[in-house]
């Protein structure tokens, strides 16, 4: 439901005088979300809608489609031609000092970026200083709703439990054909996922061996697809219910197929574990002590703890991402490698902490989730935290 009150109270927190919200023929699924567009809505005309700190919101919108921003609080005013567009753009946002529109310096952060620089370059020709959005789009487009919370809870049970599932078939398996293909694993967690009510946007990552050591592995495309005795296997995994709003979990997890797993998948395990509960710690001890976090922090923190062990190379992608009814949400991502995150981790949003080494024979990632609770309480789901490479053999 937009509410006008929230958004206006957080732009007033995060020091904008107004959020100018644009959107040309779907370009900016940000704003159609902010504004609540209906599904599948794709108009062939400009529109605006600008919400200030304070007062009343302005709506622009096209003479042939007049009607598109109807469900939205306030005034309107209608252009037909380009002239009219720039006058009535500059006689709405003109008093605004600070603008935010969904706008990132230098596209250091694509997520955000939906807003074309000629338009960027309009509203600041009418003396605006434009700047991100990324808070206000983490608050309003990955906060999580108390039925979303309980969604995501009902999704990691059975995630979780798919887990249990898969390695108790690879034993079963191994004990009576002495082989299974990764295929096989994957279809067996996809009838999981279907017999719990749940969807995903994609078959889980089932990779054995050097195929694990693939970040996307594409499940089945390996040189050598077989789990055999003495394999290694990487299982990541991700599904939500299936039903509107719903959230998702996204868990990774490893294991050994043999009754004691060897010391040179332990001793890899164990860097990325501790640099998995390095993350975790970080984020605890900002909310704990009431200090502002940024999503590149907790990337830092993580992968220190793999750059001191000397695989700092082998960790080939960010620290985290953001999620909701995505796996990979809008909100704030745990990263300062592929972009440098500097969005506030807020209150009621969900991420991943997924840290890895990536080897040629091998690789290792530890996935869980966290929720930040309104209260600033850090929550990790996703079951127990794996501690250990399961020995998939053992009794």
Known sequence: ????????????NFGFDGWLLYDFRGSNVLAQRILHMPHGFSGSRRYFYFIPAHGEPRKLVHRIESDVLDHLPGSATIYLKWQELEDSLRAI?????????????????????????????????????????????????????????QSHLEATRHTTSAYNK????????????????????????MDHFAEHGLTTYHPPIVGVGPNSGNPHYETGTGADITIREG??????????????????????????????VPQKYTDIFRIVAAARDAGIECVRDAFTAGRPLCGWEVDDATRKV??????????????????????????????NLETHETRLVLPRTLFTIEPGIYLPEFGVRSEIDVYIHADGRVEVTGGPIQTEVVAILRD
């Open 1 to 12: 439901m937009f509410d006008l009150t929230l958004i206006q109270s957080a732009l007033r």
């Open 93 to 149: 946002v003109s008093s605004s000092k600070t603008l935010a529109m969904e706008y990132s310096p230098r596209n250091g952060n694509p997520y955000i970026s939906r807003v074309d620089a000629g338009t960027v370059e309009l509203i600041r020709s009418f003396g605006c200083d434009v700047r991100s959005s990324g808070d206000l789009i983490s608050q309003f487009e990955s906060a999580l709703s108390e039925d979303q919370w």
């Open 166 to 189: 898969a390695w108790a078939f690879i034993a079963n398996q191994i004990r009576s054909n002495r082989s299974i293909s990764e295929t096989a694993v994957r279809d067996l967690i």
């Open 231 to 260: 394999s290694f296997v990487l299982i990541d995994l991700w599904a939500k219910m299936n039903r509107p709003g719903a959230v998702y979990s996204d868990l990774t997890r490893t294991g050994f197929v043999g009754k004691e």
């Open 306 to 335: 793999i750059e001191d062990a000397g695989y700092g190379p082998y960790f080939c992608h960010r620290t985290g991402h953001n999620m909701a009814q995505e796996t990979h949400g809008n909100g704030t991502h745990m990263d």
